[in-house]
C-alpha cells in the first residue's frame, strides 16, 4: 500500500492547530519535530545532555509536522484543502513558514516510524501521559492516563494543555463537580477525574473530537464519571460547577465570560488557556469588569493560562 507523507513546516505557536486540522481531513499519525522540545530537554535542572551553542542555534525555529494519508484520498483535493485551511489559520494564528511538502511512501512500516516521536511523558510532576504502544509498568505513586497522539486537539504536548493540568491539580478538590469546555481529546476531564471529582461534564462542537474522547475515557475507565455532549455552552443544562476550564483562544473565553456565572458555585473557580501573551491583558481586564477576581497566570513559551475565582457578578 503506498501512502502520502505531508510534511509542514511551522512554528510552536500553530503546531497544534495544523495537527488538528489535519487530523481532521482524515491523517493518520502525526509526529511533531519541535526544536523547542530539544532545547527544554538540554536546559532541564539535572539533565545529563549536552550541547554546544552552535549546534543548540543550529536547531533553528521551524516546527516540523509529518502525517500520512491513505492511497484512497484524492491528492488534488486535499492540496487545496490544506491550502485553504492554512489560510483560514494564518487569521488566528502565526504559523511560521506555512510551508506544504508531498511525498509518496511504501508501506514500509510508518506507523511505527511516527512513534518514535511521542513517547511516554510527565505532563506535571504526578500525572504521566503514556502512549497505549508503551507498556511498561509505571511508579504507582503517579497518575497515569493512557492516551495516543494525533485524533484531536490536546494530548498533552501543548502548552497550554500542560497549564491546564497544572492548575486543575492544583486547584481541584475532591468531590469537586467539572465543566470542560471545548474537550478536545478528553485530557483534561479524564485527569479531573484521576484527581477526585465526583463528576464532569464535557463537550465540543467537533464530532471527532467527541468520538476521540469517548474511546479515551473508556480507554482510561472514567466514562461513568463524564458526561458527554456535542454542541456549544448553550447546550448544557444550567448547573453550579466548582472548575469550569477551557482550552481554547482568546476570542471564545471573552465571549464565554458573560455566560459563564451560570455554570459557577460562589468562589467556583474558572480556568483559562490557549491565550496568547498578546490577549493576556485583555481577557483578565474583560473578566474583572464581569465581576471575576484574578487569581494568577501561568506561561509557556508563547502562551497564557489564568485563573479567576467566581464572586460577585455585576
Not at 39 to 48: D, E, N, P, R, V
Not at 113 to 136: A, G, L, R, V
Not at 229 to 240: N, R, W
Request: proline residues 1%.
Amino acid at each position: 500500500m503506498k501512502w502520502t507523507e505531508v510534511k509542514i513546516i511551522t512554528c510552536g505557536e500553530a503546531s497544534e492547530a495544523v495537527s488538528e486540522m489535519l487530523v481532521s481531513l482524515g491523517a493518520k499519525g502525526v509526529a511533531i519535530e519541535d526544536p523547542d522540545d530539544i532545547k527544554a530537554q538540554i536546559f532541564k535542572t539535572g539533565s545529563l545532555d549536552y550541547a554546544d551553542n552552535d549546534f543548540i542555534n543550529n536547531l533553528g525555529e521551524d516546527v516540523i509536522i509529518k502525517v500520512y494519508f491513505s492511497e484512497d484520498v484524492n491528492i488534488d483535493e486535499l492540496r487545496k484543502t490544506i491550502l485553504q485551511k492554512i489560510e483560514n489559520i494564518k487569521r488566528f494564528l502565526d504559523i511560521g513558514k506555512g510551508l506544504v511538502l508531498y511525498n509518496d511512501i511504501d508501506d514500509k512500516d510508518w506507523e511505527n516510524e511516527w512513534k518514535k516521536y511521542y513517547n511516554t511523558f510527565n505532563i506535571t510532576e504526578n500525572i504521566i501521559i503514556q502512549p497505549s504502544w508503551d507498556n511498561d509498568k509505571l511508579t504507582e505513586e503517579k497518575i497515569v492516563i493512557k492516551m495516543d497522539p494525533g485524533m484531536a486537539f490536546g494530548t498533552g504536548t501543548h502548552e497550554t494543555t500542560k497549564m491546564c493540568a497544572e492548575l486543575i491539580e492544583k486547584y481541584l478538590v475532591e468531590s469537586n463537580t467539572v465543566l470542560d469546555i471545548g474537550c478536545g481529546s478528553g485530557i483534561l476531564s479524564i485527569i479531573a477525574v484521576k484527581l477526585g471529582a465526583s463528576s464532569i461534564t464535557a463537550f465540543d462542537i467537533d464530532n471527532t473530537a467527541i468520538k476521540v474522547s469517548k474511546e479515551n475515557f473508556m480507554v482510561n475507565n472514567v466514562e461513568k464519571k463524564i458526561s458527554l455532549k456535542c454542541g456549544i455552552l448553550e447546550d448544557i443544562s444550567a448547573f453550579e460547577y466548582n472548575i469550569v476550564v477551557a482550552n481554547v483562544i482568546a476570542d471564545v473565553i471573552i465571549d464565554l465570560g458573560k455566560s459563564l456565572k451560570s455554570y459557577l458555585k460562589k468562589d467556583g473557580i474558572v480556568i483559562v488557556s490557549g491565550i496568547i501573551k498578546e490577549r493576556q491583558n485583555d481577557v483578565i481586564k474583560i473578566y474583572n469588569n464581569l465581576g471575576f477576581v484574578f487569581e494568577e497566570f501561568l506561561n509557556m513559551g508563547e502562551w497564557v493560562a489564568i485563573v479567576f475565582r467566581c464572586q460577585d457578578f455585576l
